[in-house]
Each structure stands twice: as structure tokens, then as C-alpha cells.
């Protein structure tokens, strides 16, 4: 039973690696290379179900753990919830949705890969690209046709020019291959427990940056204590608000940074909320 009201998702991956059949979503992962079937099931409000099949016990359990970690199905929000349930800001999307969390996904790398490719781009043509990556260089399931995205190591081995022909811009496709390469080798570890590190290696890398850490932070490793400030929905969102309703305002980063300050721990998660705060509760934050 989840710590906290909990909603399986309603819809699949789009890039091509998570699929809904029905109630259930599915997916293929990779432990140690070894393949992996996921299944997830929720048939009541406090009742999820989690089914994997793998060629060990092992592996089962590791490829469960990672999508228990991708779904925040065992996160307890209750503190945020007392917390901030009649902030003005975020308590009307709190009480409206108290299972609201920051998707996530079960592999910090792929957080990452993703987190590049949709660098300074609408995300639907991130996702193209995305799904282009999956279908092209992604390992297959034969039996069920699912796909996994590449691993460190099969994005290391590609050209940038492998990249770009999938519509991957330059500058970026040069960035996922220097990226794998780190991850690859074990000089940048996405898991382990020291989360800043990381962080350093990878802003050392050219065309790496803060909103990238932050995205990787946020959808790979789980952290809520970070927001991408620099992320064009955050800066329309306040500068929209700041303006009353100039559709071309814009914040900056250090103003939306300031705004979610108050949220210490929670600051993801409170911006999370905050994208679907009313008009009114917007304009008075910005205030």
C-alpha cells in the first residue's frame, strides 16, 4: 500500500519505452544488461501491483525497484502536505490532487540523455527525437516488441553525426556522447549517494548546464529539494503572472528561483503545483 494517494499515470511513454495496454503500463529495462519486464497494474485507490519478469529473482526485484522509484509509488508527501496544503500558491493544486508528483525515470542516465536532447526545443520535437533514438539504437524485446533506451555505453560508441541524422542538434549530440562516455566509464556516477558531485563533472562538460543538472536532479535521481529554474515554463508562468497576462512576459531565472526559496525541501515539488496554481494565486505570489 502507498505511504500517500497514489494515481498510476494515464498514458504511456513518447518516446517509445512505456506502454499502457488497459490498466496496465509496461516497460522494458536493463540491469546490468540483463533484460527485464516490468508490469504495473493499480485495481484500487491504495493497491498498486508490480510484476516483472527477468531471467533471475535478482534481476526481478532490481527492475521492480527502479520503476517503484520512477512512479514515487513509496514517497511519502504527508509533510508537504501539512505543510503547505493552504499555502496560497500551491495549496489549491495540493487539495486538488494530493498525488501529484514529479515524474520520473527509473534510470538516471536516460533522465539525462532526455534532459539534453530537449535542450532550447519544444518538447514535442524532443520527443521525436527521443523515439527516434529508442527505435533506432535501443535494444528490443522479441517477445513483447518493447524497447529500452540505449545505455551509456551504445550512445558512448555512436558519432555525433549518428545523433544528428535523427535531428539531434549539433552542439547537443556532441554533448550526449561526451555525457555517455563519463557515465559509461565511471567518471560521472548518476547513483551514487553523492549527488553534487556529479553534478560538478557534468557542468564541467561543454554545453552542460545548470538547467540540465537540475532536470537530471529532478526526473533521474529523485531529488524535490531542486527546480529547474531556467525552464521556459517557469519563466512564462511568472512573467505572465508579473505582467497580468502578457502572453510575451517573461521572469528570469534568479525571480523564479527567489519564488520557490520559501519551499526549502519541496521546492520541486511546490513548482510542480505551482504549473497548475490558478491565475489569481499566481498574481499574488508574484506580487
Known sequence: MPPWPFRLPAYGGRDGVLRRRGGVLERLLHVEGRPAIVRVAQPAERCVLFGAWAGDHADAEAAIARMRFALGVDDDLRPFWERYRDDPLVGPSLRRRPWLRIARRPVAFEALAWAICEQLIQTSQANLIEARIVRTLGPRCARTGLRDVPAPAALAGCSPARLESFE???????????????????????????????????????????????????????????????????????????????????????????????????????GAHALRAPAAALRAAAA
Not at 191 to 217: F, K, N, Q, S, Y
Open 168 to 270: 539531434l542538434a549539433g552542439r547537443r549530440a556532441v554533448a550526449l556522447v561526451r555525457v555517455a562516455r563519463e557515465v559509461a566509464a565511471g567518471r560521472i556516477d548518476l547513483d551514487g549517494p553523492d549527488h553534487e558531485r556529479a553534478w560538478r563533472r557534468l557542468l564541467a562538460i561543454p554545453h552542460i548546464g545548470r538547467w540540465t543538472v537540475e532536470m537530471t536532479a529532478q526526473h533521474g535521481q529523485g531529488r524535490y529539494d531542486v527546480i529547474p529554474a531556467g525552464d521556459l515554463g517557469f519563466l512564462k508562468l511568472l512573467g505572465h503572472a508579473r505582467s497580468h497576462g502578457n502572453p510575451a512576459a517573461r521572469a528570469d531565472e534568479a525571480e523564479v528561483r527567489a519564488l520557490f526559496a520559501r519551499f526549502g525541501e519541496w521546492r520541486g515539488l511546490a
